[in-house]
Structures are given as structure tokens and as C-alpha cells.
């Protein structure tokens, strides 16, 4: 068990340093070294090094959640669970383009709403019922009227889904259009 730690850890740390060594942009950079580390919690100082200390890299994550809408969830941002300085991309995928651009204190104040479950009947998925054969893995946010039909990022338009349920909300939307 310990030597498999070791393995993984030095495994780890070459890629962050494989990544560290290219070309290209802080923000490719960090997104690249978070996908490859799907589900795994990350510090900020490993961040940090791989923007070869560069400020901006905080900045940058946060654009990745926020603006382009990755799953990357931190104490402050609605996993009470994670240490302070502690990263994770809880999913390899990026938020429907009308859920992203959401600020984190309504973020939090939606799923707080929401008890941190999925607002489905019937449902009510939860993270400590995170299991591997389950195909629920994380909970998101989804505007009830669009986005892009103009609806806000108002804690009464937000609701708490499963990506299971949220998948089939967007389907059935497509369906009603
Ligand atoms: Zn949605
Ligand atoms: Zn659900």
C-alpha cells in the first residue's frame, strides 16, 4: 500500500513537472494538470509551481470554474468537506454554457438552500452517496429559465441537480423548444 502511494505520488510529480516545462498559456497549463488529476484534491501550492509563481494562477482557476464553466470545487465554493487551499475538478466536463458565470456566494447560497441535494423527486443524491457503480457524481447548478432566454443568476432561478438529472432537465428542454 505505502510503496503504491510512493509510485503514485513520484507519478504525480513528474507529470506536474512535465507540464510545468511547456509552452503555452497558465491557463492550459493548470487545466491540463486538473484533468489529469480528475476527482483528486490538488494545493495550491502545486498550482502554484506549475504557474512558476506567476500571481495570476488563482485568477485562473477561478475562470476555469466560473467562466468556463469546469467543475473545480473548493472550500469556498461549496465543499465544506475539502481543507482551505485544497483544489478539486470533480468531473472531466464542462457545465452547459447557460449554467456557467455563476458567482460562488450564490452558489453556495443554492445549494445550502437545497440541503446540498438534488432537488429531483425521488432522488435527493447527496455526496456521501458517491459510489463507483453509481452514475451520479457531483452536484451542479441549473437556471431554470435559460440563460440565454435571459434568466438571472437569482438564487430563486437556481436549483441544485445531480449531473444525471441535470443531463435529462437539458434534454427534456431541447425536446420542449
Ligand atoms: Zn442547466
Ligand atoms: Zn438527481
Known sequence: MRADQDRQAAHRWNV?????????????KLLEYFR?????????????????????????????????????????????????????????????????????????AVLQRDSFKCVEPNCGWHRAMLSPDDPRKMLELHHIQHHRHRGENAIDNLVTLCNVHHDERHRNTRRAL
Do not use: M
Request: proline residues 2%; hydrophobic residues 30%.
Open 36 to 108: 489529469k488529476n480528475v476527482g483528486q484534491e490538488i494545493s495550491g501550492e502545486e498550482l502554484k509551481y506549475l504557474a512558476k509563481d506567476k500571481k495570476e494562477w488563482a485568477r485562473r482557476v477561478r475562470e476555469l470554474r466560473t467562466e468556463q464553466g469546469w467543475p473545480i470545487v473548493t472550500k469556498n465554493s461549496g465543499r465544506d468537506d475539502l481543507a482551505v487551499g485544497v483544489y478539486v475538478l470533480e468531473e472531466d466536463r464542462q457545465a452547459f454554457e447557460h449554467d456557467r458565470s455563476i458567482p460562488d456566494s450564490i452558489r453556495v
Open 16 to 28: 506536474l513537472n512535465e507540464i510545468r516545462k511547456k509552452r503555452g498559456s497558465v491557463t492550459d
